[in-house]
């Protein structure tokens, strides 16, 4: 579905990302770990169109989008959860949710979608008139998903979704990424959370000052003595 072959990204004379190539297979959980500064962010902006590339092919689909603008990428079926959750804190719940839809015409169908949603997250259908800058983190983080899920992507890209979140909420928000990609979504996750991340990875790949080091199943990549020492305490 998702394949990124000898990808460069320069930040002026820094070389960010030094030509990395992975792959997301269709119906897959792929995740990347690396340490603050490996260059995780970056390649995911720039998969979304709001970095260009100094090289390198990001092909979705076979369609490259390296030339892409991001509005557009999220029309080819691909939307980003990004860092941060970045909602519309003056904005209702709902009406963030709707935004997330702006790329669509279907009106039956989006009102559909948002009902998914409901389902996926209650406590969002709970707060949907609230203003979601006053929601707690996990709840902005569930808003955030939510509202990439409006877009109705086949691919999903998620960047820290764990962040800043207590162990009883991290755990519910890695449950629903498995509940998305069971019910048909891919998902390209980006985590510092490894030991979570892996567990629940199809495969993964393993970033290091811009260029892919390690490369496996999610359960041989725990076992790796060297991303054990590395990333899980090991």
Do not use: C, W
């Amino acid at each position: 579905m998702l394949k990124v072959t000898d990808l460069k990204v320069s930040y002026g004379m820094i070389e960010a990302i030094k030509g990395i190539s992975f792959e997301v297979k269709d119906g897959e959980i792929v995740t990347l770990i690396g340490a603050n500064g490996a260059g995780k962010t970056t390649t995911m902006h720039t998969i979304s169109g709001l970095i260009h590339p100094s090289s390198g092919s990001i092909l979705l689909d076979d369609k490259d989008l390296t030339k892409v603008t991001p509005h557009k990428i999220v029309g080819m079926g691909l939307a980003q959860v990004p860092e941060g959750r970045r909602v519309f804190a003056q904005q209702t719940v709902e009406e963030n949710l709707i935004l997330g839809a702006y790329t669509r015409k279907d009106k039956l169908e989006i009102a559909a979608d948002l009902e998914n949603v409901y389902g996926l997250f209650p406590r969002l259908k709970e707060r949907r008139t609230q203003a979601a800058g006053t929601l707690s983190g996990g709840e902005q983080q569930m808003l955030a998903m939510g509202r990439a899920l409006m877009a109705k992507p086949s691919i999903l890209l998620l960047d820290e979704p764990s962040m800043g979140l207590s162990p009883l909420l991290v755990s519910e928000i890695f449950h629903i990424i498995e509940e998305i990609n069971e019910k048909g979504t891919t998902v390209l996750l980006v985590e510092q959370n490894a030991k979570r991340a892996l567990s629940i990875a199809h495969r993964a790949y393993v970033l290091e000052t811009g260029l892919i080091t390690l490369s496996g199943t999610g359960e041989e990549l725990s076992r790796d003595e060297r991303v054990q020492k590395a990333y899980l305490g090991g």
